[in-house]
């Protein structure tokens, strides 16, 4: 029924991890292959291209949906519908963000110091161009193909790049000064696939197998045994998402309690547990939560 295209390159790990969480497995003969398979009567055809190009062929109705970048949709214009934010990155689970950045012994602290005719490198050159214009700046934009920050100073003054932590400009002697775009990983449709009843209603399958995939990492589920008389104690210092499930026992006076807890701080939340009176704890590893 679907088409989907999924990005090649430095997402493609996170996305497959993403996929495969979902139960979503994305199967293909080699980590070199632009074909691949999802076993889902839902979806029956799965291209890998680079992300970049994605926004474009869902926008012209090549593929039904797929995943990308704000950031490409943005420098492409594509004219697609979001299903949503999906909160991954390629070693992360923040945003990505487009930032101008300039050798930190320049000088320059803002984009109002920038002079005009600066040379500025980057894989965005529309988006700098639109940026440039709004904000009164007159300089030469060149595309750049690969290792943008390599080519400061020598061959231009200042890059336009995509950044998860900041960490590799810094080491190469760049320091930012604006961001021009915050990105989050985007699922995206085409408009005319989104108007069929039949594929919206599966594509907005997939979607929500994703986001609880997503909102489950990072929890854990935790069983466990109390009676009466330590009920309230125990409850006061269990951080669940949402009030914890309380079920009376057969065993008179005992209750089972079951909450979804974040799995950093379950080292020490579970002694904590056991010393308000809590009994017989079982952590539980959880694939997704769906609201």
Known sequence: MLSLVLPKGSLERATLELFDAADLTVRRASDRDYHASVADPRIDRVRFLRPQEIPVYVAEG?????????????????????????EYSKATSEPVRVVLAVPAASGWESVGDLPDG?????????????????????????PSHGATEAKVPDIVDAIVDLTETGSSLRRNGLKIIHTLLTSYTELIANHDSLADPAKRAAMEDVALLLRGAIRAR??????????????????????????????????????????????????????????????????????????
Not at 220 to 227: E, G, P, R, S
């Open 62 to 86: 090549l593929f039904d949906f797929g995943i990308t970048g704000r950031d490409w949709i943005t420098e492409t214009g594509a004219d697609v519908a979001s299903l949503g934010e999906l």
């Open 218 to 291: 990072g929890n854990v589920l935790l069983k466990l045994n109390v009676a009466d008389a330590d009920l309230a104690a125990v409850t006061e210092i269990l951080p669940a998402m949402t009030s914890p499930t309380i079920t009376s026992l057969a065993r008179g006076g005992m209750h089972a309690v079951e909450a979804v807890v974040p799995k950093r701080g379950v080292n020490t939340l579970i002694p904590a547990l056991r010393s308000a009176g809590a009994r017989d704890i079982l952590e539980i590893p959880i694939s997704k939560i769906i609201e």
């Open 118 to 142: 600066i040379r500025i490198s980057t894989e965005f050159p529309a988006l700098t161009r639109r940026f440039l214009e709004e904000n009164g700046i007159k300089a030469m934009v060149t």
